[in-house]
């Protein structure tokens, strides 16, 4: 399945954060989403062949990479108080071609910025 | 500007009975709704999609119905067993960008025995 590390860690306003995901076998796709508390997820940006692919609302202090072996990194620069969320990261196959097939997530990594 | 609306944060259902969740959006432009689910502390889990060009579709105990005209969306899941207590989301996407699912705030569903 999708791995992410770390699962929890804190942070303080200002520093800069690095989040991990190991995608599924055979997935060429990682798509990131953060999810604040009581809300749905949020599309962050998406991942395909190295290529960022499509990118939601978020400033550019949020940054990603996609490795040979498809893990991916999500990079999050001056840290804000409001950055504080569950982040996931799901993979999927072919550029995340949603009807032919859905995504699948890692458990998320808890982000606490204080 | 919230495009995809679960107005119900939670909902209490008896086990074998029917549980219905529901979504309402505001684009009309969506052309394909999914629901995950998910459990505590572990990412969420596909379960059943729709496309706009349906109006119900059925996989199992679960079945999702698409009312186009009223912009609202259901989840049947019958009967209800307890494995099914969880926060079930709502999501839809648009053909030109359908690697970005737009999500609904979550119902929390609990079966009660």
């Known amino acids: 399945g999708v791995t992410q590390s770390p699962t929890h860690l804190i942070k303080t306003r200002g520093q800069q954060v690095t989040l991990r995901c190991s995608s599924q076998?055979?997935?060429?796709?990682v798509s990131w989403y953060q999810q604040a508390l009581g809300q749905g997820p949020q599309f962050i940006f998406q991942?395909?062949?190295?290529?960022?692919?499509g990118r939601g609302n978020f400033p550019p202090r949020f940054s990603g990479l996609q490795f040979p072996n498809d893990s991916s990194e999500l990079n999050v620069n001056a840290l804000e108080l409001d950055d504080s969320a569950l982040y996931l990261c799901?993979?999927?196959?072919?550029?995340?071609?949603?009807?032919?097939?859905?995504?699948?997530f890692g458990e998320g990594s808890r982000l606490t910025v204080l | 500007d919230q495009q995809v609306k679960q107005n119900s944060p939670s909902l209490s259902v008896q086990e074998g009975r029917i549980s219905i969740l529901n979504c309402d959006y505001t684009n009309s432009m969506f052309d394909y709704f999914l629901w995950y689910k998910k459990y505590p502390a572990e990412g969420p889990t596909f379960l059943i999609s729709?496309?706009?060009i349906k109006d119900k579709n059925e996989d199992g105990r679960f079945t999702v119905f698409l009312n186009k005209s009223a912009k609202h969306l259901s989840l049947h899941i019958v009967p209800s067993q307890p494995g099914d207590s969880a926060v079930y989301f709502c999501a839809a996407s648009f053909m030109d960008s359908n690697y970005q699912l737009i999500w609904g705030a979550g119902t929390k569903l609990i079966i009660k025995p």
């Open positions: 076998s055979g997935h060429n796709t």
């Open positions: 799901a993979s999927s196959l072919d550029g995340g071609q949603v009807p032919t097939g859905e995504l699948f």
């Open positions: 729709i496309s706009s």
């Open positions: 991942y395909y062949r190295k290529e960022e692919n």
